[in-house]
């Protein structure tokens, strides 16, 4: 299957640290000691030393480049305050980012234990589930995605993965709706041409395609050259849809 180029659309947030810091007031001075007023910091406790630590050793290492170390300062983050879903979800991208995809996967599962609409989790265990092949868990997070962004990339995916799972009705009835969406033609999908070279295409061309190949996994020859040709009509050069139909004669 040829991927639609799929842009993550998480953005990793704000680190946001010091939330949970509790701050004293200064005390109030008496009238009667007026020439002895001293202003007093705030105390910190040792957690929130930590904490700040912890946020510059992260800093440094982003700065120079070190991903282990800033992975390290995370996690000794995520002690420390083990209610920020923000910096959990930052561990995760950078397990994602690696392609360190079963990590990936188990950190999005408490994402999502605590907030099955985050939408940054659900996306990345997507991929990630794809990445491994655990086709049926990766349909699963793009389909609960869809729900929140109706995204016709997401749907896009979807349809493929239901193509590949066998599950023949649901991919043409997602390439049907996915065809009658105004970004039809404008959303691109990208494939090799024929010199074996990355070029974009209509997402309607790939879909057109995607229908023929259904059939012809059916034995349905009529309709699935009617559907190669169709994708051909629009884009002649789509060698997908030029050896499908070909493996058809």
């Not at 299957?1 to 810091?21: C, T």
């Amino acid at each position: 299957m040829k991927k639609l180029v799929f842009v993550p659309v998480f953005l990793l947030l704000g680190i946001g640290l010091m939330n949970g810091q509790s701050k004293k007031n200064t005390p109030t001075q008496t009238t009667s000691q007026p020439q002895d007023k001293v202003e007093k910091k705030p105390e910190q406790t040792s957690s929130n030393v930590l904490l700040e630590h912890f946020v510059r050793k992260r800093a440094v290492a982003s700065r120079w480049n070190d991903f282990d170390v800033v992975k390290d300062a995370l996690y000794d983050m995520i002690i420390e305050d083990p209610a920020n879903d923000s910096l959990i979800a930052q561990l995760a991208y950078i397990y994602y980012e690696n392609q360190k995809y079963p990590s990936c996967v188990l950190i999005c599962q408490d994402l999502l234990a605590r907030n099955p609409k985050n939408v940054q989790a659900l996306e990345m265990s997507a991929v990630s589930y794809e990445n491994l092949s655990i086709l049926d868990r990766s349909l699963q997070s793009y389909e609960s995605l869809f729900l929140l962004t109706n995204n016709s990339s997401t749907l896009y995916k979807m349809a493929f993965l239901q193509y590949e799972l066998k599950r023949y009705p649901e991919s043409i009835t997602n390439a049907d709706i996915l065809i009658a969406k105004p970004d039809a033609d404008t959303l691109k999908v990208v494939f090799n041409d024929k010199d074996n070279k990355s070029k974009e295409y209509p997402v309607r061309v790939a879909l057109l395609n995607l229908k023929g190949m259904v059939y012809k996994d059916q034995a349905d020859k009529v309709n699935a050259k009617k559907f190669f040709e169709e994708a051909l009509k629009i884009a002649p050069d789509f060698q997908p849809a030029k050896v499908n139909l070909d493996a058809l004669k």
